[in-house]
């Protein structure tokens, strides 16, 4: 298997615009979650998904966040508009049980 | 609020040498502590994983220690190499939230040094 896929690995864009980052789980993975790590913060749960409904947004920062899973096999986490303050990187992770399985990680700066 | 809280913030030890790091958390009851390792630029690997009853959990060279007592927890890496140079990230998950909602460490940067 693959692991857990995101995408773009880097993106570097401007206050103002919308940025979506991509994920794609582990196959036959029925949780899915979305992290947020900056060296201040460490890493923070923004929001998570049990068979592609959304369990828990408590963690989204703000409206400007928005997360969905149409499928069992992606996600996106859509920030608009995006602030300087949202550069970190973003970190997607699936499960089947107790362990969690971290993708590579999305590099977001917001110029 | 729940805490995990790691020391030492950074570590420098030679190629060979022993080291131990620290996780102290205020989560309670809790379900399971993990040990995370995250090689720079990579997302976290799981090392260990305890429930509250286990004491101690090996993986090769890493042996992490569990007193539900004293809400402490140690990550021992034995004879370290140049690969285990990474950050090291103590996780909690409470009791009534399994595997979803877990509580991070700011984590431990260690460096081995030639």
């Known amino acids: 298997d693959a692991g857990v896929i995101q995408s773009p690995r880097h993106e570097v864009t401007e206050m103002g615009q919308e940025v979506t980052l991509r994920c794609k789980p582990i196959?036959?993975?029925?949780?899915l979650f979305w992290y947020r790590q900056t060296m201040m913060r460490g890493l923070e749960l923004l929001i998570y998904?049990?068979?592609?409904?959304?369990?828990?947004d408590s963690g989204m920062p703000e409206d400007r966040f928005s997360a969905k899973m149409p499928n069992a096999s992606f996600s996106t986490l859509k920030i608009q508009p995006s602030e300087p303050r949202d550069s970190a990187v973003y970190f997607c992770?699936?499960?089947?049980?107790?362990?969690?399985?971290f993708g590579p990680g999305t590099r977001l700066t917001v110029l | 609020k729940n805490q995990v809280e790691q020391s030492p913030q950074s570590l420098i030890i030679l190629e060979g040498k022993n080291c131990t790091l620290q996780?102290?958390?205020?989560?309670?009851?809790?379900?399971?502590l993990r040990w995370y390792k995250q090689d720079t630029g990579r997302g976290p690997v799981s090392l260990t994983i305890?429930?509250?009853?286990?004491n101690t959990k090996s993986n090769g060279r890493y042996t992490a220690t569990l007193d539900a007592d004293t809400k402490q927890s140690s990550l021992h890496i034995t004879a370290s190499q140049l690969s285990d140079s990474a950050s090291y990230i103590c996780?909690?998950?409470?009791?009534?939230?399994?595997?979803?909602?877990?509580?991070f460490g700011t984590g431990t940067r260690l460096t081995i040094i030639p």
């Open positions: 996780v909690v998950s409470p009791f009534n939230f399994g595997n979803e909602k877990l509580t």
């Open positions: 992770a699936s499960s089947a049980a107790d362990t969690q399985y």
């Open positions: 998904f049990n068979n592609n409904v959304p369990i828990d």
């Open positions: 305890m429930t509250f009853s286990e």
């Open positions: 996780c102290n958390y205020t989560v309670s009851p809790f379900s399971n």
């Open positions: 196959s036959g993975h029925n949780s």
